[in-house]
């Protein structure tokens, strides 16, 4: 049976198939190796998420995934003061629920599978003005960096305390100039060159892991190694 | 559980989830309400594909899918006189086997899931003489637009007996000017353009028989369902 990667998350990984999309890319990458098995959910935080949990992994039979990533953090830092605040959730309750979600997917999911998390992006407050949700006279932008960034800090602290592999896109994204733009299309959502550094970074990731193409096996004889001479040789 | 739409095919549909791919867009276009599993296998006839159908649904439990797609032929009808000539399957041969993978999945994969026929599509033979596979010294290509068509014939054929849907995806793509390019980056495989024609077609295909995102249940709230001054009744 073909093993699973699960992508768990919101509006950015909902979007994950879409042209150039890290999920796109992913399954493409492991081909006729693993199924890639999006469960991405835009506008959702982790409050919201958690009480879903079951639901989202329904049908995920124990021990079919090799490895689920976990990327939620953009929604859960929407200020408390602003515009999209009903979508916040505080830094501490943010931390509790990476933990039980954590622990859910090694109870129901598998005890084995590789969990890496990844923080949220880093935020272009210029982007985000000029794209607000609905209606924001305030000019504010309802998320920041800064903020973003301290659930960025969380959430590597959750997976260090769990011993768990994480992807700080957050910082990873702000190494390269222009980043604001390069990699976010509306401050907060990615570009085709977002959604490729996601898909490179979790690439290297779970290779260190020990999730690669090189170590997976793939699942029928591959054309190359197939005996023109004698196809059927393959097949019996 | 999320129900599943599964393609099963050639290097087609290996290719699928490649950027543009008609997969992606079938994955993003059912977004929350359908898993895409890709079945792809390069270079494969329908000879091999059979001799390999229990490996390839393995895992998949009875009844979860509610579509499967069958894309099978281009590589069957390489001439068994030119330099593909080992994955040549004859006509009276593709059919039954054809037959039999339609058999399997009624009986051991779902008996109400809806089974779509697409035909091989056109072949542009500057293309293949152009981008041969290894060596073809002989300047002859190793498939013909002419035998692609008469495969196409044979799985309509095998579609209406099965009172199956078809699509015949090597007529739709000759009813555009400029088809040979537009449609085919070599000759055989798909260009950007060749996969959104291929996607559009089985949506609309799917449609028909009443798969759509119109009648499909999303799995979990959507976002603009959730009430903003109080998001947790939708979570109930």
New interface residues.
């Given amino acids: 049976?073909?093993p699973k990667v699960i992508l768990f998350g919101d509006?950015i990984t909902?979007?994950a198939?879409?042209?150039?999309?890290w999920?796109?890319?992913l399954?493409?990458h492991f081909?006729?190796k693993v199924?890639v098995?999006?469960r991405?959910?835009?506008?959702?935080n982790t409050?919201?998420a958690l009480?879903?949990v079951d639901?989202?992994f329904?049908?995920i039979k124990l021990g079919?995934a090799v490895a689920v990533v976990v990327f939620f953090g953009a929604n859960d830092a929407s200020l408390a003061d602003r515009s999209s605040s009903?979508?916040h959730v505080p830094i501490p309750e943010y931390k509790t629920n990476l933990k039980a979600i954590i622990s859910y997917i090694k109870e129901k999911i598998s005890s084995t599978a590789v969990i890496v998390l990844i923080t949220p992006p880093p935020i272009d407050e210029d982007g985000r003005i000029k794209n607000p949700y609905g209606e924001n006279t305030t000019g504010l932008p309802e998320r920041t960096n800064s903020d973003a960034g301290a659930y960025a800090e969380a959430c590597k602290s959750v997976a260090m305390e769990n011993n768990l592999p994480v992807l700080d896109i957050w910082s990873k994204m702000q190494e390269f100039p222009h980043w604001e733009k390069t990699f976010l299309s509306d401050g907060l959502h990615l570009t085709g060159e977002g959604n490729k550094i996601v898909f490179e970074e979790l690439v290297s990731k779970l290779m260190e892991q020990g999730i690669s193409i090189e170590t997976l096996p793939i699942?029928?004889p591959?054309?190359s190694d197939?005996d023109?001479?004698d196809?059927?040789k393959?097949?019996i």
């Fill in positions: 049976m073909r509006s909902e979007m198939f879409k042209n150039e999309g999920s796109s890319c399954a493409n081909c006729r199924d098995v999006l991405g959910y835009s506008g959702y409050r919201w009480k879903m639901k989202v329904d049908g079919e009903f979508q699942d029928l591959h054309f197939i023109p001479l196809p059927l393959s097949f």
